[in-house]
């Protein structure tokens, strides 16, 4: 069975510019999260969708942004880029509403020049 | 709201010696427990987890875990560890029958030395 894919792996961008990270769940699953994870900060949520739904975001500003498409791939967008948004960004899935099991995949590291 | 304090940022120690990463929560109401491993350039992968039944949790690698409701900890042991553990672990915390978004520990970098 295939795990949770992210793509771009690595993504280099400037500020001031926007991006786009792209993540596929595991066959079955409805659920996507996405978190940051910055040096030394652990993980931090961003956003849950379900069902094509938003069901929760974190403590983000809305130049984060996301949605979650008919197959339950997900796509995030970070606009307008700040330095401080270079981490690793995570995307985990789960068999949705009832389910507390996250499949995490192998992330995308940002880099804002 | 719930929150998790993992006790120690960095934990050396010696291959085929006894480890033990802390976590201690705070919540109010039930929880569900869990840990996790990140090996470098990868993704988190779970270990274990706690929901109900047992207090003491086997997971894979050789990893075990014990819920101790009075003291609000989910400390991971492994009897014997490996080169192949160095790694950092992360400690999660979810409330019970509510939110199905973790609160995750700052993390644990286990470092085995030969």
């Known amino acids: 069975e295939a795990g949770v894919t992210q793509s771009p792996t690595h993504l280099i961008k400037t500020r001031g510019q926007q991006a786009t990270l792209r993540c596929s769940p595991i066959?079955?699953?409805?659920?996507v999260y996405w978190y940051q994870q910055a040096l030394g900060l652990g993980l931090q949520f961003l956003l849950w969708?379900?069902?094509?739904?938003?069901?929760n975001r974190g403590n983000f500003p809305p130049r984060f942004s996301g949605r979650q498409f008919p197959n339950y791939s997900s796509e995030l967008n970070v606009n307008a880029l700040e330095l401080e948004d270079s981490a690793l960004y995570l995307c985990a899935s789960s068999l949705g509403q009832g389910t507390y099991e996250q499949y995490f995949g192998p992330g995308t590291r940002l880099t804002v020049t | 709201a719930q929150s998790v304090t993992q006790l120690d940022s960095q934990v050396p120690v010696f291959e085929e010696a006894p480890v033990e990463l802390r976590c201690n929560y705070s919540s109010s109401v039930s929880v569900y427990l869990f840990w996790y491993v990140q090996y470098p350039n990868q993704g988190l992968q779970l270990l274990l987890k706690?929901?109900?039944?047992?207090?003491l949790v086997k997971g894979i690698n050789g990893f075990e875990a014990e819920f101790n409701k009075s003291q609000t900890s989910f400390h991971l042991r492994k009897p014997s560890v490996h080169i192949s553990d160095t790694a950092e672990y992360f400690c999660?915390?979810?409330?019970?029958?509510?939110?199905?978004?973790?609160?995750f520990g700052r993390g644990t970098s286990l470092i085995v030395h030969p």
């Open positions: 706690y929901l109900s039944g047992s207090t």
């Open positions: 066959s079955g699953h409805t659920s």
């Open positions: 969708y379900d069902e094509g739904e938003e069901r």
């Open positions: 999660a915390v979810s409330r019970a029958g509510g939110s199905y978004i973790p609160t």
